[in-house]
């Protein structure tokens, strides 16, 4: 059982469009961060958000996170061919020290 | 420095071979994590250290598989009679304790085992 969920597993959009990721657990969580990865790289952090309810912004995208802290979004307005790459939720429950993953949103823009 | 150094970056090995991968993290970070990637998957957890003391092991991290972290600062990951299924992406990060678990990754070393 994976402890945080993503949706959708894959996702290939024309240039210029929106889309929004989303992360889901069960659990709650102190803090949770995005990833981007791409091929033969290691993931490179974007965010982190920390509060309930929180909304954070980085140029084009827009990162959420659960009033309840057990669930985040992302938000790509106007997506563009360098936002292709896989897209990770990772977070520690609370109490915990170890990082988890998601399950990983694979994205395509195409031009 | 200027983010988290994996060596190497890529290793071929025969089955039954012993390999051993060096992670070198951001120099004031006091965490450090080993993760293993497979095509398509999520980093999934191997194990991490605080300072020079291994705090946590996953269950998924066989008797072939050990980490060091002798003076808290570079780390070390050996697998020792490398099987097929043992091809992946090793992962290493590193992390303040102050910051929880906001966590800077390396490129990785790409192990495949023939």
């Known amino acids: 059982t994976q402890l945080l969920e993503q949706s959708p597993q894959f996702l290939s959009i024309q240039e210029g469009e929106n889309l929004t990721v989303y992360c889901n657990s069960s659990s709650v969580f102190s803090s949770l961060q995005w990833y981007r990865q791409e091929p033969g790289e290691g993931p490179v952090l974007l965010v982190t958000v920390v509060t309930g309810g929180e909304v954070k912004k980085l140029k084009r995208l827009t990162f959420q996170f659960g009033d309840a802290r057990k669930d985040s979004s992302l938000h790509i307005t106007a997506a563009q061919p360098g936002d292709t790459g896989l897209y990770l939720c990772?977070?520690?429950?609370?109490?915990?020290?170890?990082?988890?993953f998601g399950t990983g949103t694979r994205l395509t823009v195409i031009p | 420095d200027t983010g988290v150094s994996q060596d190497p970056r890529h290793k071929i090995t025969k089955r039954g071979q012993n390999v051993t991968f060096r992670c070198d993290p951001i120099?004031?970070?006091?965490?450090l994590y080993w993760y293993r990637q497979t095509l398509g998957q999520g980093p999934e957890f191997l194990t991490y250290?605080?300072?020079?003391?291994?705090?946590?092991k996953s269950r998924l991290l066989s008797d072939r598989f050990s980490a060091e972290r002798p003076k808290g600062s570079f780390s070390t990951l050996e697998i020792q009679r490398t099987e097929q299924g043992d091809s992946a992406m090793y992962l290493c990060?590193?992390?303040?304790?102050?910051?929880?678990?906001?966590?800077?990754f390396g490129q990785g070393t790409r192990l495949t085992v023939v």
């Open positions: 990060a590193s992390s303040l304790v102050v910051s929880g678990t906001e966590a800077f």
């Open positions: 990772a977070g520690a429950p609370t109490g915990a020290n170890n990082l988890f």
């Open positions: 250290f605080q300072n020079e003391a291994q705090l946590e």
């Open positions: 120099s004031e970070h006091n965490r």
